[in-house]
């Protein structure tokens, strides 16, 4: 058994510190994706393309967002995280093919 990768066990707590200290700085400065404005920024589209996305149901109720008074949608970080991934995903693979 190799004992000196037990060595560095000790830097555990340290790295955690510093990832905890990190998530922090990061709520604290990076601005909320919840308004239609915020999520058209963070996607580099327009809010007109927002509307369209929702139009065309790539953007789900319930999912992506949930319209608060029956009227104004409130986006779900998480969802539009993985939305943002799976758009630019898809146009990298359309670059490369073309």
Do not use: C, W
């Amino acid at each position: 058994m190799n004992f000196e990768a037990f060595n560095n066990l000790e830097l555990i707590p340290r790295l955690l510190k510093q990832v905890e200290l990190m998530a922090e700085r990061m709520a604290k400065y990076a601005p909320p994706i919840t308004t239609k404005k915020e999520v058209a920024k963070f996607l580099g589209k327009s809010e007109r393309t927002i509307n369209n996305y929702i139009e065309r149901g790539l953007l789900k109720d319930g999912y992506h967002f949930y319209r608060k008074n029956g009227r104004i949608p409130v986006f779900i970080e998480e969802a539009i995280f993985k939305f943002r991934d799976e758009l630019y995903k898809g146009i990298a693979y359309e670059e490369i093919t073309i």
